[in-house]
């Protein structure tokens, strides 16, 4: 069953790569209090991810933080390296997003978000979707009806929900 509009979100573990290596980091303890936008896409370095999504929170980043967003956080099936290196080659990192690793599926498969695409190699991969979570509660959730779409799940479709 997917996740909805006024749901408590999981407190997953997701991972990124820090200064020692992999380091785990407690969703949980990331939207405690926070107004935070999560938004998740189908697999780093593929292209619309690339080439839509991502540079939208990028243009969108200084609005979000104008109205109060404590941060933004990417979140993809891939592992930890990848989603480094794709945060980097992006400018994602750079423009403040935290890119965060859920490598098993399971904070996905847990909000009911997870699909696949054997055809295209993307087997047990996010949705493309955008959220507005407060204190850890689903304010706004925009869930793009395939994943090669991305218009409501964009930082500007976002920022008009809000």
Known sequence: MS??????????TLLRVGDHGPEAVSLGEKMKGRKVVIFAVPGAFTGVCTTAHVPSFIRTFGKFKAKGVDEIICIAVNDPFVMK????????????????ADPES?????????????????INR??????????????ILNKELSPGACEI??????????
């Not at 996740?3 to 997953?12: E, Q, T, W």
């Not at 794709?86 to 997003?97: F, M, R």
């Not at 904070?107 to 054997?118: C, D, R, Y």
């Open 106 to 122: 399971a904070f996905t498969s847990a909000i009911g978000m997870e699909f696949s695409a054997p055809g295209a190699g993307l």
């Open 85 to 100: 290196a794709w945060g980097d080659e992006t400018g994602a990192t750079a423009a403040g997003i935290t890119m965060l």
């Open 3 to 12: 996740i909805s509009v006024g749901d408590v979100l999981p407190g997953a």
């Open 153 to 162: 799940s964009a930082g500007e479709g976002l920022l008009a929900e809000m």
């Open 126 to 139: 996010s949705s493309r979707y955008a959220m507005l979570v407060e204190d850890g509660v689903v304010k």
